[in-house]
Each structure stands twice: as structure tokens, then as C-alpha cells.
């Protein structure tokens, strides 16, 4: 992939590059906001980029707790 100045357009070839890059990174389990930072990007636009490649997008805040069922004795 062509160097990217941060701001620049990206299209075409290189759009769909960095959509699976992102797309592989995101489902290993790196966040939307750290994608942004590594790769010089708004959340915005990572957020946009990995909706575009499909990505199935996490709910926000993290884990969450359940509550444990009681056992019926």
C-alpha cells in the first residue's frame, strides 16, 4: 500500500486494502479507537470503513456482567 499523507483520500484499491486491514485488526479484538490512533484516522472514518467492509461491530462499553441464574434445588 502507497503511503498515506493523514487526511488524504482514500479510494479505489488502496480504500479496499486498508478495509481488510482494519477489518482483520478489529476482529482480533483491537478497539475502534486504537485503529484510529495506529493508523492516523478519526473514529468516525474507522467506524465508517469497517461498516463498508462488513465488519460485525462490537456494542459499546466493553464487557458486561450477567447475572448468575440461582440454582433450583
Not at 486494502?17 to 485488526?25: G, H, I, R, T, Y
Not at 479507537?33 to 462488513?54: K, P, Q
Request: no cysteine.
Amino acid at each position: 500500500m502507497t503511503t498515506l499523507r493523514k487526511g488524504a483520500r482514500i479510494t479505489g484499491a488502496d480504500r479496499v486494502k486498508l478495509a481488510n486491514d482494519l477489518k482483520k485488526q478489529y476482529d482480533r479484538g483491537r478497539s475502534i479507537r486504537e485503529l484510529a490512533d495506529s493508523h492516523g484516522r478519526s473514529y468516525g472514518f474507522v467506524h465508517r470503513v469497517l461498516e463498508e467492509s462488513g465488519a460485525t461491530l462490537r456494542s459499546r462499553g466493553g464487557s458486561t456482567r450477567t447475572k448468575k441464574k440461582k440454582k433450583v434445588r
